[in-house]
């Protein structure tokens, strides 16, 4: 992807969710991931070349306008995998006083690995408050657990997860 663009599989934004994390969110959902998780639920977002283009500057005039929400959730497909729009929108994100949850296929651990190749990944974690991470399992489908598909997913505190160098989990969700 160019720089200053993102590929998505939504044009807009979409607002009100209260299943994509906590609280009233608004939901950006990227276009592309190469996971290839048996079973997901959204397979029309893993063509890199599918979906639409869209500036971040554009994006941002759109988050801009929000009103009402708690939060934005980046999810997909991958957002990892177009790290460096993830970065900047989950900083403007900030700016604008809202929270910011991730989706993504790679585990904490592997985002870490990523990390100590390519300083985008680490920024980007910077900004982000909560991730839930790692693939969709189909075995381990649940419908107990909040905010995800499978058990193995951990929705986890990413500020806590970097100071211990290890992933810690938010203990109110189930
Ligand atoms: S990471 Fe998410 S979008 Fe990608 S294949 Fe797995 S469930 Fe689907």
């Not at 839930?132 to 997913?153: E, H, I, T, Y």
């Amino acid at each position: 992807m160019k720089k200053g663009y993102v590929r998505l599989a939504m044009p807009k934004i979409q607002t009100d969710s209260i299943v994509d994390g906590e609280g009233i969110r608004s939901v950006i959902w990227f276009q592309g991931c190469s996971h290839n998780c048996a079973g997901c639920h959204n397979p029309n977002t893993h063509d890199f070349n599918a979906g639409v283009e869209r500036s971040l500057e554009d994006l941002k005039n759109e988050i801009r306008e929000l009103e009402f929400q708690n939060g934005i959730t980046f999810s997909g497909g991958d957002p990892m995998q177009q790290i460096e729009a993830l970065e900047e929108l989950a900083r403007f994100t900030h700016e604008c006083g809202m929270n910011v949850w991730v989706y993504t296929g790679y585990t904490f651990e592997q985002l870490l690995e990523l990390a100590q190749k390519n300083d985008n990944y680490m920024r980007a974690l910077k900004q982000i408050d909560v991730l839930v991470d790692g693939k969709f399992v189909m075995d381990l489908k649940s419908f107990d657990v909040q905010f995800r598909g499978s058990s193995n997913q951990r929705i986890l505190d990413v500020k806590k997860s970097l100071e211990n160098g290890k992933p810690v989990k938010v203990s109110k969700y189930r």
